[in-house]
């Protein structure tokens, strides 16, 4: 259904353990896990208001359970308002501790449990954290959704059930973690890392933004970061796509566009291999006027009217919006419809039918489907609101009320920096449900408040070719949480990083992870499914 995607796609394979000297291995102060089931967790031990917190289980694993032995636990955090959810977590303590926590995020509108038991993205080699000796936690954000609900952002009527999904849960259950981690092992984490993707990504660079103190390292992947200004540029295409008279653009449309593209720009990089990774390249090579019908109606599945090529461009475009969210953000980036988007299957299309309905159900864009949710619950705060009538510049105090709450824009992180945290953040070429170009501006923003060089000492960017929102022509692992423990505990650097392909068609190929605004250029010899047959280029 569509909030687990998010929770369980996106990229980021988590790697080998990082033990050397100092940091042996901790077992239990005690090993009665079930005690953990009478602890009842005050208030005041929490940072942020709620009325505590209360342990509802804690159990051993079962014997031969893949990530070994470990305490099981599972609880609430209790809402100050009665009407408002609890906040439901799972915190996993294995039996042999390497001294290291990683809080894990959610996806979607979160409201499903993240049991924090398995990595994100791994490789078929790598092992889970959790068996490594990470002490591994996540939460429901503070509401519970059916996978079967129409509307996962109804929760948000409630204030204190949005504060929390805004954020505020992170903190709440770092602070109790932290409580029944010190319960267990009598110490608390040398170390504690946050790994997100998609809204998870986004909860990360809240971390960073509004706890810096509580984090040695964040993995940000495709992070819905500014999600207001996101549902916003959302909202715009599906009045595009709905709007105007054959606008909208079939599958099968879609399909011949990107067939077109492909052939145009595959081999721009010096392989044709169902990856365009020189997109620059391609946006020159490739005009979308060329696929144009005859005289510019809608005369077949093998052109674009002129409506549909409309379309295109506002896909293609920048959106400003007249006024200021948090974080400064004024616009949003183009989305890659023609940087190789669609070129392979996507859960993230433009609908199956030219007419919406209202509300706008899974078989209408992805995009817009999304962007109603917002809309209709956490702006106007109206299930029965039309979201195609919406105006933004009509509503401007509320949208800058709710950007306030949710959204995690501010390149200030300087905290975070001084801490000694690093950054990784990642996306990929052809996500359609959150656009690359949406990463780059964010890291433009930390380019520009502390320049190349010092903001290399603590953050890298890296995009990942033909990879979408779990999805694309190469679905990519990256043991990237290995990498960020060795930089953070060891200072060694991140450098060479490599992907590899899990997708059921070209499972095991790889390619180098190239920092932006470098991309992988095969050198003309070598074997084309291995990392060391490229180089990261910059040339267009």
Request: net charge negative; glycine share 10%; proline share 7%.
């Amino acid at each position: 259904m569509l909030l687990r995607w998010f929770s369980l796609v996106g990229l980021g394979a988590i790697g080998a353990a990082f033990f050397s000297a100092g940091h042996a291995a901790e077992k239990p102060s005690s090993p009665q896990c079930p005690s953990l089931a009478s602890l009842q967790i005050a208030s005041s031990r929490i940072s942020l208001p709620t009325r505590g917190a209360w342990i509802s289980s804690a159990a051993m694993s079962e014997p031969g359970d893949p990530n070994g032995a470990f305490c099981k636990v599972t609880g609430e955090i209790r809402p100050q308002d009665l009407r408002a959810s609890p906040i439901r977590f799972q915190i996993n303590l294995p039996a042999h501790w390497n001294r290291k926590a990683v809080h894990f995020g959610g996806g979607g509108y979160d409201g499903a449990l993240v049991n924090a038991l398995s990595g994100q993205f791994l490789g078929e080699h790598d092992a889970h954290p959790l068996s490594l000796g990470y002490v591994t936690f996540g939460s429901d954000s503070g509401h519970q959704t059916a996978p079967s609900d129409p509307n996962p952002a109804a929760f948000s009527l409630n204030s204190e059930d949005l504060v929390n999904f805004g954020g505020a849960q992170l903190k709440k259950v770092h602070d109790v973690a932290l409580v029944v981690v010190r319960q267990y092992y009598g110490a608390a984490p040398r170390r504690i890392y946050f790994y997100g993707n998609s809204q998870g990504g986004h909860e990360g660079l809240t971390a960073t933004q509004r706890w810096p103190q509580d984090y040695d390292g964040v993995v940000a992947i495709h992070p819905a970061y500014d999600l207001t200004a996101l549902q916003l540029s959302g909202l715009l295409l599906g009045q595009a796509l709905y709007d105007a008279p054959g606008a909208w653009i079939s599958p099968q449309k879609l399909s011949f566009l990107a067939s077109s593209i492909m052939r145009k720009c595959d081999e721009l990089d010096g392989l044709k291999d169902g990856i365009i990774s020189n997109t620059e390249a391609c946006h020159t090579a490739f005009s979308v006027e060329s696929l144009r019908c005859e005289d510019g109606n809608d005369t077949g599945e093998e052109c674009l009217s002129d409506a549909q090529i409309g379309t295109v461009h506002v896909f293609d475009s920048a959106i400003i919006f007249g006024f200021r969210l948090q974080g400064g953000v004024t616009g949003f980036a183009r989305w890659p419809l023609l940087d190789g988007a669609f070129a392979d299957f996507s859960r993230f299309g433009l609908g199956a039918k030219p007419i919406p309905d209202t509300p706008p159900g899974l078989k209408d864009a992805f995009i817009y489907f999304m962007a109603d949710q917002l809309v209709r619950f956490m702006v106007m705060r109206d299930p029965q609101y039309n979201s195609l009538r919406f105006e933004p510049g009509e509503h401007i105090p509320q949208l800058l009320r709710l950007s306030n709450v949710v959204d995690a824009s501010n390149p200030n992180l300087d905290a975070f920096r001084r801490r000694g945290g690093k950054l990784f953040l990642m996306h990929g070429t052809v996500d359609m449900a959150i656009p690359p170009g949406n990463t780059i501006a964010y890291y433009k923003s930390l380019e520009q408040r502390y320049g190349t060089v010092a903001l290399h000492s603590f953050a890298r960017f890296y995009v990942a070719p033909g990879f979408g929102h779990g999805d694309g022509s190469f679905v990519a692992s990256w043991n990237s949480l290995s990498a960020l423990d060795a930089w953070v505990d060891q200072g060694t650097e991140p450098s060479n990083q490599i992907i590899t392909d899990t997708s059921a068609t070209s499972s095991g190929r790889s390619r180098p992870l190239c920092e932006y605004p470098a991309w992988p250029k095969y050198l003309g010899a070598g074997d084309p499914n291995r990392a060391s047959s490229f180089r990261c280029a910059h040339e267009p």
